[in-house]
T-cell receptor, first 112, second 110 residues
Framework: DAGVIQSPRHEVTEMGQEVTLRCKPI?????LFWYRQTMMRGLELLIY????????DSGMPEDRFSAKMPNASFSTLKIQPSEPRDSAVYFC??????????FGQGTRLTVV | GESVGLHLPTLSVQEGDNSIINCAYS??????FIWYKQESGKGPQFIID???NMDKRQGQRVTVLLNKTVKHLSLQIAATQPGDSAVYFC?????????WGAGTKLIIKP
């Protein structure tokens, strides 16, 4: 298995633009997580899906952030409009059990 | 003003020595704990886990110790190698999600 696949690996965008991050979880995993990692706040859970259904989105910073999981093999995290303070590394992780997650390589987002 | 980032604890260890990374957890009801390793530019990677009904678990070159009395977790790495350089995170299972520690940076001195 190729593991959790995220795209793009790097994204540089201008403030105000829409950004879409993509994730392909490990086949057969039924839980998917979006995390954000910054030097200021460390690793933060943004949203958690189980069987494609959002279970807890309390970590989503504000309405500019949205996440979807249309099927078991694909999820997106969208930021619209993006702001410089959204600059971070965004990780997607998947698991069979909620407590042992496998992480992707991350997307490094820079908003200028 | 200047932003202040997280000040990661750092552990410097001579190559070949043993490393001990410590972690305090918050919830006495947590029943499952994991150690992750994050190398530069990569996502966190699972190392070893332990359930609350155990106080020690060994893997390949790694041992996790759990002290529930003082809510303390440690990761021991035997014969530390340059490839062990990374940030190490402990995480506790609370309800359906992991609660992450701030991380410890391990530096290997040649």
């Amino acid at each position: 298995d190729a593991g959790v696949i995220q795209s793009p690996r790097h994204e540089v965008t201008e403030m105000g633009q829409e950004v879409t991050l993509r994730c392909k979880p490990i086949s057969g995993h039924n839980s998917l997580f979006w995390y954000r990692q910054t030097m200021m706040r460390g690793l933060e859970l943004l949203i958690y899906f189980n069987n494609n259904v959002p279970i807890d989105d309390s970590g989503m910073p504000e309405d500019r952030f949205s996440a979807k999981m249309p099927n078991a093999s694909f999820s997106t995290l969208k930021i619209q409009p993006s702001e410089p303070r959204d600059s971070a590394v965004y990780f997607c992780a998947s698991s069979l059990r909620v407590d042992m997650a496998f992480f992707g390589q991350g997307t490094r987002l820079t908003v200028v | 003003g200047e932003s202040v980032g997280l000040h990661l604890p750092t552990l410097s260890v001579q190559e070949g020595d043993n490393s001990i990374i410590n972690c305090a957890y918050s919830n006495s009801a947590s029943d499952y704990f994991i150690w992750y390793k994050q190398e530069s530019g990569k996502g966190p990677q699972f190392i070893i886990d332990i359930r609350s009904n155990m106080d020690k678990r060994q893997g390949q070159r790694v041992t996790v110790l759990l002290n529930k009395t003082v809510k303390h977790l440690s990761l021991q790495i035997a014969a530390t190698q340059p490839g062990d350089s990374a940030v190490y995170f402990c995480a506790e299972n609370s309800n359906y999600q992991l609660i992450w520690g701030a991380g410890t940076k391990l530096i290997i001195k040649p």
